[in-house]
């Protein structure tokens, strides 16, 4: 005899079997009421592994729910369920037979089948296509959708992004599950320009590889500016035409032939010229006239247009000029600009590979708590940098960017090989990798 049983809920998911329903009568007879014995067998169209029994009489109800429990009423009873082969039930019991009126009992018997565990079949990737540009410095969140056959969401399925080259791309995290959503999603962050490739890895699964170009991009700048004559001391004193000189900082990288000069000027004023002066500045000259006695100062206004695209190498940072993280200086157009970056946001170490020692620059635009962890390959953490709360600001330098000397925790030397940081402050999130070459 099989005892029936109610399918748990807890450590596996039922797959719905069936249910069937019948209903049990007693004879009516002249004779004093009496039990009789009543076989009913039931086939269910696919095989199951639990089932629950439920049954009503009239003004009663009871239900079974997984222990052995005799389902006994006034005037029926279930006494003995037994499982005959894998679809089929074979159910005994007890009914009355009476000369009052006839007994009537209904039984409901629910079928499951204990679910396959769910595999991954498929998965999908967006935010990348083969063939595709991506401009240099740009963010995007990549998506990968992993189903099971039957387009079911499947949660806990590891997915990894392989990158086959340290220059062109990175991702903020390389290993990562899928949520209850079937959706692993990671951060791709472009560097230098050039081919780029990456895999996606999903358990049990084949590889799928993209490949796209980093290109670079170009975007446009405007200098505005004045220059007003000098006054003459003396009104007697002869009024005569003076050289003046400009030199206006341009964005490092800037495309000569996009330069367009514009300028207006009052009538003793002119600009005669403009060039070159260095790869970041373009000097402008021209001639006006000295005023005096409170008279009007002639000016010359003018406005330097063009544009500068990205560079090998290097990042841009709230419309300052390129830099590349060993500098240590940037040029004066950027002691111009507000310290104050509009986003956070992580950079490359330098040196990179190193030994013993590197540093890691960041950006915070808003003041926060910060942090660095280096992580080995196998996502064991092998350092944390407390860098307690700081203001917002650009800490690229050796005195302000994050150092690590190559030690983990305990003070010993890490192996040579590639390992990984991620910068925290407040909400925001980035990693990176590193690489140390002994």
Request: aromatic content about 14%.
């Given at each position: 005899?099989?005892?029936?049983?109610?399918?748990?809920?807890?450590?596996?998911r039922?797959?719905?079997?069936g249910m069937?329903?019948?209903?049990?009568?007693?004879?009516?007879?002249?004779l004093?009421?009496?039990w009789?014995?009543?076989?009913?067998t039931?086939?269910?169209?696919?095989?199951f592994?639990?089932?629950?029994l439920?049954?009503?009489e009239?003004?009663?109800?009871?239900f079974?729910?997984?222990?052995?429990?005799?389902?006994?009423?006034?005037?029926?009873?279930?006494?003995r369920?037994?499982?005959?082969?894998?679809?089929?039930?074979?159910i005994k019991g007890k009914?009355v037979?009476?000369?009052?009126?006839?007994?009537?009992m209904?039984?409901?018997?629910?079928?499951?089948s204990?679910?396959?565990p769910?595999?991954?079949h498929?998965f999908t990737?967006?935010?990348?296509s083969?063939?595709?540009s991506?401009?240099?410095?740009?963010?995007?969140?990549?998506?990968?959708?992993?189903?099971?056959?039957?387009?079911?969401?499947?949660?806990?399925?590891?997915?990894r992004?392989?990158d086959?080259?340290?220059?062109?791309?990175?991702?903020?995290?390389?290993?990562?599950t899928?949520?209850s959503?079937g959706?692993?999603?990671?951060?791709?962050?472009?560097?230098?320009e050039?081919?780029?490739?990456?895999?996606?890895?999903?358990?049990?699964?084949?590889?799928?590889?993209?490949?796209?170009?980093v290109?670079?991009?170009?975007?446009?700048?405007?200098?505005?500016?004045?220059?007003?004559?000098?006054?003459?001391?003396?009104c007697?004193?002869k009024?005569?035409?003076?050289?003046?000189?400009?030199y206006?900082d341009?964005?490092?990288r800037?495309v000569?032939?996009?330069v367009?000069?514009?300028?207006?000027?009052?009538?003793?004023a002119?600009?005669k010229?403009?060039?070159?002066?260095?790869?970041?500045t373009i000097?402008?000259?021209?001639?006006?006239?000295?005023?005096?006695?409170?008279?009007?100062?002639?000016?010359?206004r003018?406005?330097?247009?063009?544009?500068?695209?990205?560079?090998?190498g290097q990042?841009?940072?709230?419309?300052?000029?390129?830099?590349?993280p060993?500098?240590d200086?940037?040029?004066?157009?950027?002691?111009d600009?507000s310290?104050?970056?509009i986003?956070?946001?992580?950079?490359?170490?330098?040196?990179?590979?190193?030994?013993p020692?590197?540093?890691?620059?960041y950006?915070l635009a808003?003041?926060?708590?910060?942090?660095?962890d280096?992580?080995?390959?196998?996502?064991?953490?092998?350092?944390?940098?407390?860098l307690?709360?700081q203001?917002?600001?650009?800490?690229?330098?050796?005195?302000?960017?994050?150092?690590?000397?190559?030690r983990n925790?305990?003070?010993?030397r890490?192996?040579?090989?590639?390992?990984?940081?991620t910068?925290t402050a407040?909400?925001?999130?980035?990693?990176?990798?590193?690489?140390?070459?002994?």
């Amino acid at each position: 005899m099989i005892v029936p049983k109610a399918p748990p809920t807890s450590h596996f998911r039922p797959y719905w079997a069936g249910m069937i329903g019948f209903t049990v009568r007693g004879k009516l007879d002249l004779l004093p009421a009496k039990w009789r014995d009543w076989t009913k067998t039931i086939t269910f169209d696919q095989p199951f592994d639990f089932y629950s029994l439920s049954a009503f009489e009239p003004m009663q109800w009871k239900f079974w729910e997984g222990s052995w429990n005799l389902l006994r009423f006034g005037n029926s009873s279930v006494d003995r369920v037994d499982k005959v082969g894998d679809k089929s039930l074979k159910i005994k019991g007890k009914i009355v037979d009476g000369w009052v009126d006839r007994r009537t009992m209904w039984v409901v018997v629910r079928a499951y089948s204990e679910a396959p565990p769910l595999r991954a079949h498929s998965f999908t990737v967006s935010g990348i296509s083969n063939g595709t540009s991506i401009t240099s410095g740009e963010k995007r969140t990549i998506s990968v959708y992993v189903k099971s056959q039957n387009n079911t969401p499947i949660g806990g399925v590891r997915v990894r992004f392989i990158d086959s080259d340290d220059k062109e791309i990175s991702f903020s995290r390389t290993s990562t599950t899928t949520d209850s959503s079937g959706v692993a999603t990671t951060t791709l962050y472009t560097g230098s320009e050039g081919s780029a490739d990456f895999g996606v890895e999903v358990d049990g699964l084949s590889r799928t590889s993209f490949r796209f170009n980093v290109v670079s991009w170009e975007k446009s700048f405007t200098r505005t500016g004045i220059y007003k004559g000098t006054w003459q001391t003396f009104c007697w004193k002869k009024r005569v035409w003076e050289t003046w000189t400009r030199y206006v900082d341009v964005p490092p990288r800037t495309v000569k032939g996009s330069v367009s000069i514009t300028y207006s000027y009052s009538e003793d004023a002119n600009l005669k010229g403009w060039d070159w002066h260095d790869s970041d500045t373009i000097k402008l000259w021209g001639r006006i006239r000295q005023k005096g006695c409170w008279a009007r100062r002639d000016w010359v206004r003018y406005e330097v247009s063009g544009r500068y695209k990205s560079t090998n190498g290097q990042r841009r940072i709230q419309g300052a000029p390129f830099f590349t993280p060993e500098q240590d200086t940037l040029s004066e157009y950027w002691s111009d600009l507000s310290q104050v970056p509009i986003e956070t946001d992580l950079f490359n170490n330098y040196p990179n590979p190193f030994n013993p020692e590197t540093w890691i620059p960041y950006q915070l635009a808003t003041p926060a708590a910060v942090s660095v962890d280096i992580y080995a390959v196998d996502g064991h953490l092998v350092r944390r940098l407390s860098l307690g709360h700081q203001p917002a600001g650009v800490y690229k330098s050796k005195s302000r960017a994050a150092y690590w000397d190559g030690r983990n925790e305990v003070g010993e030397r890490v192996a040579s090989g590639l390992y990984f940081y991620t910068l925290t402050a407040g909400e925001f999130s980035a990693t990176r990798k590193l690489l140390i070459r002994k």
